[in-house]
């Protein structure tokens, strides 16, 4: 239902104010389940999308409506179900134009319930640092001959990013392409 509240104040300036409410004594849509919590719709195929998976227990037209941290209307989405079915809707993390919000945090509100998810788009910074190479001569000091050379690098490394998540450290051969090894510590 849409429900209107108006107000009259002693001068007879007037406001109103109306809402979208579900108003029955059962469900119409059960069974929600969200796919991601953070998103970064920039196209490399990875966490692209925001979905939104539901069963449906009668006929019914739902209209997902999806805010910004400022409580913004950014983009709706509107599905027809004609009967009890499994449904969901995806959220491509643009506007009702088509370009990609803002990043920030956003609800998609479909009547009293709400799901949040963030959008993500900026890669992390990083950095790898190394030294110049370090040569160890070992000398034998009874007959001052040497007994050896060892070499080493000094490696360092950062990541930043305002939604960290892990890393990890590989190595491969430089003729060897697509065979990355991990480095344990």
Not at 153 to 167: E, R, T
Request: net charge negative; glycine share 8%; no cysteine.
């Amino acid at each position: 239902y849409m429900i209107r509240l108006s107000v009259w104040d002693l001068a007879g300036n007037r406001k109103n104010d109306t809402a979208t409410v579900l108003w029955a004594s059962t469900a119409d849509v059960a069974n929600f389940e969200q796919s991601e919590d953070y998103i970064s719709p920039n196209g490399d195929g990875i966490q692209d999308i925001f979905e939104i998976t539901y069963e449906t227990l009668r006929p019914v037209n739902l209209d997902f409506h999806i805010f910004n941290e400022a409580g913004q209307l950014v983009h709706t989405l509107s599905k027809v179900h004609t009967k009890g079915e499994d449904g969901s809707v995806v959220w491509d993390g643009t506007d009702g134009s088509g370009v990609v919000v803002d990043d920030g945090v956003y609800t998609v509100k479909l009547n009293e319930y709400e799901f949040r998810v963030v959008i993500d788009t900026e890669f992390p910074d990083i950095s790898l640092l190394y030294s110049p190479i370090h040569q160890h001569v070992m000398v034998n000091p009874e007959d001052g001959l040497i007994k050896g050379v060892s070499f080493s690098v000094d490696l360092s490394g950062w990541a930043v990013d305002d939604n960290f998540s892990s890393w990890s450290l590989s190595r491969r051969v430089t003729d060897d392409p697509p065979h990355w090894v991990p480095v344990n510590g």
